[in-house]
């Protein structure tokens, strides 16, 4: 991200510097120029900077690396949808966010992939990585030009929520992939058994909706696996929703599979007993399970077992919300909530505050490997992708004072921990609280 302003010398003063990657935490001073990080607390007393940001009070972190975050471009330009998520990732300390494809169209061709990166160094935002489509169109037939999305600057390949039907050309993708060194990003979810609305149990028979049993996420897994054994593709698994697809991935890492997973903000915290009297802002896929599998995401991210916490960021109109529960869009905003709720994470489940970031900071980044460039870590030399936060500032989610134009989050109303003060993105001032 090239801009005439990461010139700017800057210096951020009197913060608690943590970097999870390298174990630091103390309070220190971070010197910037060039948009790199020129200093850590040792200052050059011949150090004159044009800019200082009073960090008082508050922590000094690496940005957010956000591995799963819908921007809805291309396919809603005319309404900004780039620029409005970008403002709402940027206010959510998030530096680095990574896109699925399925956008309209699909980010299947180099061109598309190139004219989003080109739209979003523009705005002058956060870092985007897209994911190029496994299959043209993702209609799950045809491989699509792996190399050239590549080249086009994709940090590796997803069906996005779109299963594979055909395990033959998944076998195919991995194989492909494990030759040239790309990564494969799966939902795991059984294609016939995964149409459902809500987590397969005693709720969603009440309530009459369609289920989505547990068996959707475990034999997809075991397919996967199997598939990984067979052709050493490595796989990042998408948003792991329950306990036993979290013991499933913990049993393949102590294999030694090269394999990776996430869990998402709202499986963190919801169950299905949260939807309530149909509440469609808890129409989620995947769909929110029983308080066993939430209990399970969280030791699994506390352990490590789950490499990242994600956004899960897909903003959706008032229009497809407002319809009945088994009818609305899935989806919920979530880009300005990533940091808090990593936060009231460590708080309310006792995890420490390094670990805790690390979840949103360096082990998301390691995901990627060497594909984010230094994102994640908070080091000298390394780039000025820095948010500071104050941990004592408590704020009320109030969903139509988002930035996203999405409005819908299962956390409306609650009351989360910390707040962004400044989102800096190599070196230059993304985002400012007034």
């Known amino acids: 991200m090239k801009h005439e302003s990461v010139l700017m010398k800057t210096l951020i003063q009197g913060g608690r510097v943590i970097d999870p990657a390298s174990g630091m935490d103390e309070k220190a001073d971070v010197a910037l120029a060039h948009g790199v990080v020129i200093a850590i607390k040792n200052i050059a007393t011949d150090f004159f900077p044009e800019q200082v940001v009073d960090a008082s009070g508050c922590i000094v972190l690496p940005g957010l690396v956000d591995l799963a975050v819908r921007l809805r471009e291309p396919g809603h330009e005319h309404e900004g949808m780039l620029a409005s998520e970008m403002a709402a990732a940027v206010a959510g300390g998030v530096t680095s966010v990574v896109c699925p494809p399925d956008t309209e169209p699909v980010l299947d061709e180099a061109g598309l992939v190139e004219m989003l990166r080109y739209r979003a160094e523009r705005l002058r935002r956060a870092r985007v990585f897209p994911l190029g489509a496994l299959t043209r169109n993702l209609e799950g037939e045809v491989l699509t030009e792996m190399l050239q999305l590549t080249q086009a600057g994709c940090v590796g390949f997803s069906q996005a929520e779109v299963p594979l039907a055909n395990t033959q050309v998944l076998q195919r993708a991995m194989q492909y992939a494990s030759t040239y060194g790309y990564t494969v990003w799966l939902r795991p979810q059984e294609l016939h058994l995964g149409k459902g609305v809500a987590a397969s149990g005693a709720l969603a028979t009440r ?3 369609s289920g989505v049993p547990v068996a959707a996420e475990t034999i997809a897994l075991h397919t996967i696996f199997e598939l990984v054994r067979a052709t050493g593709a490595r796989v990042h698994l998408c948003r792991i929703s329950s306990a036993a697809g979290v013991a499933l991935v913990r049993q393949a890492k102590a294999e ?4 990776s997973c996430d869990v998402s903000i709202n499986s963190l915290y919801f169950t299905d007993v949260d939807i309530g009297y149909f509440d469609s802002r808890m129409r989620l896929n995947p769909p929110l399970r029983q308080q066993r ?6 030791a699994g991210l506390a352990d490590g077992c789950i490499d990242a916490l994600v956004s899960d960021h897909t903003p959706v109109d008032e229009d497809a919300k407002a319809l009945p529960f088994a009818e609305a869009e899935p989806g919920a905003t979530g880009l300005e909530l990533l940091l808090s709720v990593a936060l009231k994470w460590s708080q309310e489940y006792g995890v420490g505050l390094a670990d805790a970031l690390a979840a949103v900071t360096c082990r998301p980044a390691s995901v990627l490997a060497n594909g984010l460039g230094g994102a994640g870590r ?12 104050d941990p004592a500032a408590a704020w009320k989610v109030e969903p139509a004072a988002l930035r996203s134009q999405g409005r819908h989050t299962p956390f409306g109303g609650y009351e989360l921990p910390g707040r962004v003060r400044t989102t ?9 609280s007034q």
Request: hydrophobic residues 55%; proline residues 3%.
């Open 424 to 432: 800096l993105v190599g070196g230059h001032f993304a985002y400012r």
């Open 378 to 389: 908070l080091a000298v030399g390394g780039i000025a992708d820095i948010v500071v936060f």
């Open 256 to 259: 030694g599979l090269p394999v």
């Open 293 to 298: 599998d939430r209990d399970a995401l969280r």
């Open 207 to 209: 309530m009459g909706l």
